[in-house]
T-cell receptor
Framework: DAGVTQSPTHLIKTRGQHVTLRCSPI?????VSWYQQVLGQGPQFIFQ???????GRGNFPDRFSARQFPNYSSELNVNALLLGDSALYLC??????????????FGEGSWLTVV | DQQVKQNSPSLSVQEGRISILNCDYT??????FLWYKKYPAEGPTFLIS?????DKNEDGRFTVFLNKSAKHLSLHIVPSQPGDSAVYFC????????????FGTGTRLTIIP
């Protein structure tokens, strides 16, 4: 079975541009979460979507947005890119919408460099 | 405000010995804890989890201990193998109705052959 797949794996953008990152969850998983990992830090929660509804939002500015499609895949959009947005963006999926007793599986991430 | 702390950025252990990775948390609402392992250029891989109703959970070479009164958990790896060399993240979740995980900053474990 395929794991969580993310695209693109690497990309370079210029300050002020917009970026769209994509994620396909494990088959049968209805929940998708997005995390940002800056070098030397642990991943930080950005969003969670379950059954196409936003379930949670982390402490990120409105430049960050996401959505989930009927096939449970998801997009993370970041507008007006700043140098500080350079990070590894991780997508995670799980079968249920809440954590208790659950396991969350991560993709390999999308490396974003803003120059 | 770092709610989950891994105070040892790195740890070196001889192959075959026990590796003990520690994690402290400050938020008393956390009730579910997970450990992830991460190799360079890969996403985090789930290792083991524990609910706050337990104080120990075991899976093969991996055991997680939870001390709720001290707000402390630890991951024991016995015996340590060279393939265990990676960055280990502790993560915690509370009853917030969603799957938000709060991660520590990670501990880089190096197993010395």
């Amino acid at each position: 079975d395929a794991g969580v797949t993310q695209s693109p794996t690497h990309l370079i953008k210029t300050r002020g541009q917009h970026v769209t990152l994509r994620c396909s969850p494990i088959s049968g998983h209805k929940s998708v979460s997005w995390y940002q990992q800056v070098l030397g830090q642990g991943p930080q929660f950005i969003f969670q979507y379950y059954e196409k509804e936003e379930r949670g939002r982390g402490n990120f500015p409105d430049r960050f947005s996401a959505r989930q499609f009927p096939n449970y895949s998801s997009e993370l959009n970041v507008n007006a890119l700043l140098l500080g947005d350079s990070a590894l963006y991780l997508c995670a999926s799980s079968p249920a919408g809440t954590i208790s007793g659950n396991t969350i599986y991560f993709g390999e991430g999308s490396w974003l460099t803003v120059v | 405000d770092q709610q989950v702390k891994q105070n040892s950025p790195s740890l070196s252990v001889q192959e075959g010995r026990i590796s003990i990775l520690n994690c402290d948390y400050t938020n008393s609402m956390f009730d579910y804890f997970l450990w992830y392992k991460k190799y360079p250029a890969e996403g985090p891989t789930f290792l083991i989890s524990i609910s706050s109703i337990k104080d120990k959970n075991e899976d093969g070479r991996f055991t997680v201990f939870l001390n709720k009164s001290a707000k402390h958990l630890s991951l024991h790896i016995v015996p340590s193998q060279p393939g265990d060399s990676a960055v280990y993240f502790c993560a915690a979740s509370g009853d917030s109705g969603n799957e938000k995980l709060t991660f520590g900053t990670g501990t880089r474990l190096t197993i010395i052959p």
